[in-house]
């Protein structure tokens, strides 16, 4: 059964700071990886989006990477901003299920 | 291009109802699903609809049905709720493919409470 974990759960850095979000899953049957973007009782933005066969994504600050044969990804935002502030969740295209499974997300505070 | 609605934001219900939510998705896609947000168990997968019929099912019980209309909108409902069916319920679309393989799009979510 796939498991997807975030870690850590929550995480505070002074505005400015680079950080790296960790995200770790146990089936390496997958479509893909993605990062959504969760603001407090919104809905999901969606961020980036892995392909198996990739080994990273960019956009603007964010860059995400993956290593299906160790079940792990990473999130890197660059010169982190207070409006970068927010619940960053991980979820991985299982190629068994075809589903979409979430890991429980790192909440972020970007203190100014 | 609108993004995805959801109607309505929110509603209060009382042990043993129904509800019905709705979900009109992004004009063009054809695939929409289903997740329940709670603070314990996280984003969990419900169901998928592609060209009104159900692709994926998630593991709830017969409580939770969904179906989905020729102009690809869809609706979800729960009968007999229960304390335990609170919660954020987020509705996705996605041009072809499910949430598995395409890139979903989110709507701000239907806030459900069962007191």
């Known amino acids: 059964k796939q498991e997807v974990t975030q870690i850590p759960a929550a995480l505070s850095v002074p505005e400015g700071e680079n950080l790296v979000l960790n995200c770790s899953f146990t089936?390496?049957?997958?479509?893909?990886l993605q990062w959504f973007r969760q603001d407090p009782g919104k809905g999901l933005t969606s961020l980036l989006l892995i392909q198996s066969s990739q080994r990273e994504q960019t956009s603007g600050r964010l860059n995400a990477s993956l290593d299906k044969s160790s079940g792990r990804s990473t999130l890197y935002i660059a010169a982190s901003q207070p409006g970068d502030s927010a619940t960053y969740l991980c979820a991985v295209g299982s190629s068994n299920t075809g589903k979409l499974i979430f890991g429980q997300g790192t909440t972020l505070q970007v203190k100014p | 291009k609108a993004g995805v609605t959801q109607t309505p934001r929110y509603l209060i219900k009382t042990r043993g109802q129904q509800v019905t939510l709705s979900c009109s998705p992004i004009s063009g896609h054809r695939s929409v699903s289903w997740y329940q947000q709670t603070p314990g168990q996280g984003l969990q997968f419900l169901f998928e609809y592609f060209s009104e019929t159900q692709r994926n099912k998630g593991n709830f019980p017969g409580r939770f049905s969904g179906r989905q209309f020729s102009n690809s909108r869809s609706e979800m409902n729960v009968s007999t709720l229960e304390l335990g069916d609170s919660a954020l319920y987020l509705c996705a679309s996605s041009r072809i493919g499910g949430g598995a393989t395409d890139t979903q799009y989110f709507g701000p979510g239907t806030r459900l409470t069962v007191l």
């Open positions: 089936d390496s049957a997958i479509y893909n």
